[in-house]
């Protein structure tokens, strides 16, 4: 029975790598993988204990999924006020250099209160269009791919992977900022220091006239929507910290006081235009398929808990690396090249809290990883995918030109992780 959910789980997994060239979405691959491992788990066992493990299961999977449909449609009523055009009209600078430290910084942190995918998209988009006719224009993505994901891996809700440590009790949302935020600013300000210098003193008036008319002031709604969402959102680990309820009620709760602001300020607009603003239209809009996927991940690696596969992994990894922070590095790279989601999901089962309680050095150092490993191919995270779409970036390209920066990035995040672990941190 183990060996053939074993090979389930290889096979779904590589259909999910490999979902440009099979031509098949990962969501669907997931789903099918995570059914039919449950299905062979039930054939060969007590119907009655295993339907209460996968009940048990569900419960642990939707508190992730609830949080994460929370979060995404309070972003869609955002982007449907057109709230992010706030942060396109604060940037006014002209000077490339310039311009890329602040595009950097300015994802590195909004990546920590939304997430590293809405991020980008909002980002790119922005470097699009004001870099219209740029040489630098690919190495702003690049950069934007680093630091989005860098900054979602210091945060509670700045990327999935940390999201679900801090739901399942791994992490604590004051302690992932205070030992993640140093590695993560310098996993991207160390890229980011070799591209100013790389960058030609010819390339300083590239953007000069492409940023385009102003159109009109920023209304009220645009304001008031933008800055209570980013509130709403800061607001759940507060919730969690005061209430001690599970983090998906405080999102939920947040939703919930967003839907009423949105139809108290349009009650007075016709049907019509109230539904172009609504929360009901925000959630059409919402990602489905990746909620989804992640309900199949987390199912399929339900079972390699529940049949205590994991466990003998995590055996293995501790008999052949003496290190844990190597075994930790060696998840980073992986997530490079598979999702990080079911990487962190079976890192979480492989070991327990017992082993390793409560905020544990283990805990914050995979956050770290999982979240910046991605950066290494454009392939390795949701924010580099993206990117790939909105402009067309090659695999190739990316190795050739970000990948080295990644890396370096990468390495960097994790040293100054040690020596603050070591010197400061103790």
């Not at 994901?149 to 210091?154: D, E, F, L, M, V």
């Not at 049949?307 to 690396?321: E, I, K, V, W, Y």
């Not at 999901?345 to 805990?363: E, G, K, N, R």
Request: aromatic share 10%.
């Amino acid at each position: 029975m183990g060996t053939i959910i074993i090979v389930l789980f290889c096979v779904g997994y590589l259909f999910i790598a490999l979902e440009h060239s099979v031509g098949i979405n990962k969501t669907a691959t997931a789903l099918v993988t995570g059914v039919l491992c449950w299905t062979v788990y039930i054939l060969f066992n007590d119907p009655h204990i295993v339907t209460h493990q996968l009940l048990e299961q569900l419960g642990e999977i939707s508190s992730i999924l609830f949080f994460l449909m929370g979060a995404m449609t309070i972003v869609e009523l955002i982007d449907s006020h057109d709230g992010f055009e706030i942060i396109n009209r604060a940037i006014t600078t002209k000077n490339e250099k310039t311009l890329l430290w602040i595009v950097s910084l300015i994802t590195f942190f909004l990546s920590a209160v939304l997430d590293n995918l809405t991020t980008t998209i909002v980002m790119v988009t922005f470097c699009i269009k004001l870099l219209r006719h740029s040489q630098h224009r690919l190495l702003f993505i690049g950069l934007i791919i680093i630091a989005a994901n860098a900054g979602g891996a210091w945060s509670p809700i700045g990327d999935v992977t940390t999201t679900m440590l801090w739901i399942g009790g791994q992490i604590s949302s004051s302690s992932i900022i205070i030992h993640l935020f140093l590695p993560s600013l310098f996993s991207l300000l160390v890229p980011l220091i070799i591209v100013t210098l790389l960058m030609t003193k010819g390339s300083q008036a590239q953007a000069k006239d492409n940023t385009g008319v102003v159109k009109g002031p920023l209304s009220f709604e645009q304001k008031l929507i933008f800055f209570s969402g980013l509130a709403v959102l800061l607001l759940v680990p507060v919730f969690k910290t005061i209430t001690h309820l599970p983090p998906f009620m405080g999102m939920l709760l947040g939703l919930g006081l967003l839907w009423i602001l949105t139809e108290l300020i349009h009650r007075n607009k016709v049907e019509e235009e109230r539904q172009k603003f609504s929360v009901i239209q925000a959630l059409e809009h919402m990602d489905v398929p990746s909620v989804l996927f992640f309900l199949g991940i987390l199912l399929a690696v339900g079972v390699l808990q529940n049949t205590s596969q994991l466990t003998r992994l995590a055996g293995t990894l501790n008999n052949t690396f003496e290190s844990e922070k190597i075994i930790v590095t060696i998840i980073g790279i992986v997530s490079a090249i598979v999702d990080n989601v079911p990487i962190v999901a079976a890192a979480i089962a492989m070991y327990s809290l017992d082993v390793y309680p409560l905020d544990h050095s283990f805990w914050h150092l995979l956050a770290f990883c999982a979240g910046t490993g991605g950066s290494l191919l454009i392939i390795g995270s949701a924010a580099g995918i993206a990117a790939m779409g909105l402009e067309k970036i090659s695999f190739g390209w990316y190795l050739k030109n970000i990948s080295w920066l990644a890396v370096i990035g990468y390495l960097a995040g994790i040293a100054v992780f040690i020596i603050q672990e070591s010197f400061i941190l103790r």
